[in-house]
């Protein structure tokens, strides 16, 4: 949805745009191609291999910074036209087994964003309880085999030690998973469950978009491309909480807060890319503008 997210933006050339997710930097670059040269933009990206890349951008409108998109909240009020966040794993993480996203290639089991930081999934399951990882695998995969998942990952630790690939995973989850979805691989909700904890997805998620009524200017856009329904189901939520008016009930009679947003739609991906891009057969944007002066 690269053309679709740009266009959302309803771009100023002279304004200042953030590229919350830079990844290989497809966005940036049109985003880029709209600007003036009194135009900014700034990205943000955990992954070191997305910095590399964003150095070859040799470009004085633009700026990147190797953090999660949480940091927004360290820009200055009202000093974005717009904020995109394009969420989730991207088509280069999983397609590098070394990366360990995903369970069609052998890799270490990381799973890290930024592998300079934080513990690796191995290193997490090393030590979990099974308590700890049946709750990951149901809140943040939605596995109604969770509980099964997490005593089979807990067996082969106490029979082989602890996993440290992703093929030592995957053959585990399809063990103890008793049927599956058509076309699915069983795993999959687990690697899911997994990638987003080990990177707290959702917690940066909420702090971003929190950050962004503070970072965005009046009728500035928020677009935001989700894969996934927890992470779809935090947006539109956000969206709607601060789109309408909010009354205090202990002063009745005060005039009631105006709502900071106003919901701009939902957009789903055409026949035709999900047809050259399957991957982009779940996503889901959803666009906002600010509607009151920033605080």
């Not at 135009?39 to 964003?54: P, V, Y």
């Not at 995969?141 to 997490?150: K, S, T």
């Not at 909700?189 to 987003?196: M, P, Y």
């Not at 105006?258 to 982009?280: C, F, H, T, W, Y």
């Amino acid at each position: 949805m690269l053309n679709e997210a740009v266009e959302a933006l309803q771009i100023n050339p002279d304004g200042h745009y953030i590229d919350a997710t830079f990844g290989r930097g497809g966005h940036s670059r049109l985003l880029l191609s709209k600007l003036s040269a009194a135009g900014r933009l700034t990205a943000f990206d955990k992954d070191l291999e997305a910095i590399a890349e964003a150095s070859s951008l040799n470009d004085p409108r633009f700026v990147i910074r190797h953090e999660g998109f949480s940091h927004l909240s360290e820009l200055p009020a009202g000093s974005a036209a717009g904020i995109l966040l394009d969420l989730g794993v991207s088509s280069p993480q999983i397609d590098n087994a070394a990366r360990g996203f995903s369970f069609r290639g052998n890799g270490p089991l990381d799973m890290r964003m930024d592998t300079t930081r934080g513990q690796s999934v191995a290193q997490w399951l090393a030590d979990a309880s099974i308590e700890s990882i049946t709750e990951v695998i149901r809140d943040y995969g939605e596995e109604r085999f969770a509980g099964q998942i997490a005593k089979a990952i807990d067996r082969r630790r106490q029979e082989r030690g602890v996993l440290g690939t992703t093929a030592e995973l995957a053959e585990v989850v399809a063990g103890a998973v008793k049927t599956r979805e058509p076309g699915k691989d069983p795993a999959t909700r687990t690697f899911q469950a997994f990638r987003i904890f080990i990177n707290a997805e959702l917690e940066e998620l909420q702090q971003a978009l929190k950050a962004s009524l503070k970072v965005l200017q009046p009728e500035g856009r928020l677009v935001v491309i989700s894969f996934h329904s927890l992470e779809d189901r935090i947006v539109k939520q956000f969206i709607a909480e601060h789109s309408r008016e909010v009354f205090d009930r202990r002063a009745p009679f005060a005039a009631p807060k105006a709502m900071r947003l106003e919901a701009l739609g939902r957009i789903k991906p055409s026949d035709a890319e999900v047809q050259g891009n399957p991957r982009s057969r779940s996503a889901v944007m959803r666009v906002a503008v600010r509607t009151e002066v920033a605080a």
